[in-house]
């Protein structure tokens, strides 16, 4: 997809003809002790598919790394149109919501925001009422999925799960209706819910069911 390649002009002939939009492009990682980070051609290939958002987590150990990378790929994404959203889970550099939104408020960047994902938010100690009580300016897209109850302990269990064992919306055991409620008002919601059970069906069946899931928590 990086650069004029055939997969990115069949991308972009099947868009064009289909009525979908492209949300975000993602995800670029933040690794301690390296300084690549942005794929060369990648903020490039976002905007040429005519994505809003660009999604980054960070496994930075040190605050002050984090926000010194993110405010280069804010700035570096600023000529794309591009707006840059920081997401945090509970082992990463940036644990909670608290502290994403103390590193974009930091950043002090027009386009950057903060990405909740429900099940990494619900993972990292989080509640409906701390998205109700913070700046809805802060957010412009949420990931929405559900998960079992029982939050696994160790790092490796919890990437695991967020990897390949999601749940669909309604299928398991967290408040999505309560946080789609807290949310802004209209804010575009994506289902990130890769589930290992439904990986042999088809790509449409998997998206219909995914829209469908959505449905039952969202007004």
Do not use: K, W
Not at 33 to 41: K, L, M, R, V
Not at 98 to 126: E, K, P, Y
């Amino acid at each position: 997809m990086l650069g004029d390649t055939p997969m990115m002009r069949d991308t972009l002939a099947r868009l064009a003809g289909s009525g979908v939009s492209v949300l975000d492009v993602e995800f670029l990682r933040f690794e301690p002790g390296s300084a690549a980070g942005i794929p060369e051609g990648f903020l490039e290939a976002g905007a040429r598919l005519g994505a809003r958002y660009v999604l980054v987590m960070s496994a930075e150990p040190l605050e002050a790394r984090t926000l010194e990378r993110f405010i280069d790929l804010c700035d570096r994404a600023q000529p794309y149109r591009l707006h840059v959203c920081l997401e945090f889970a509970i082992y990463t550099g940036v644990r909670t919501l608290a502290d994403a939104v103390r590193l974009v408020r930091r950043a002090g960047r027009a386009n950057a925001s903060v990405l909740i994902d429900a099940l990494h938010f619900s993972r990292s100690g989080g509640a409906p009422a701390d998205v109700a009580a913070a700046d809805a300016a802060l957010f412009r897209y949420a990931q929405i999925c559900d998960a079992q109850a029982g939050m696994p302990t160790e790092a490796q269990e919890l990437m695991r799960e967020a990897r390949t064992g999601r749940l669909l919306p309604g299928d398991g055991v967290l408040p999505l209706r309560e946080l789609v409620q807290a949310l802004p008002a209209g804010l575009p919601l994506a289902v990130e819910a890769p589930v290992r059970a439904l990986s042999e069906l088809s790509h449409l069946e998997r998206a219909q069911r995914a829209y469908r899931a959505l449905r039952r928590v969202s007004p």
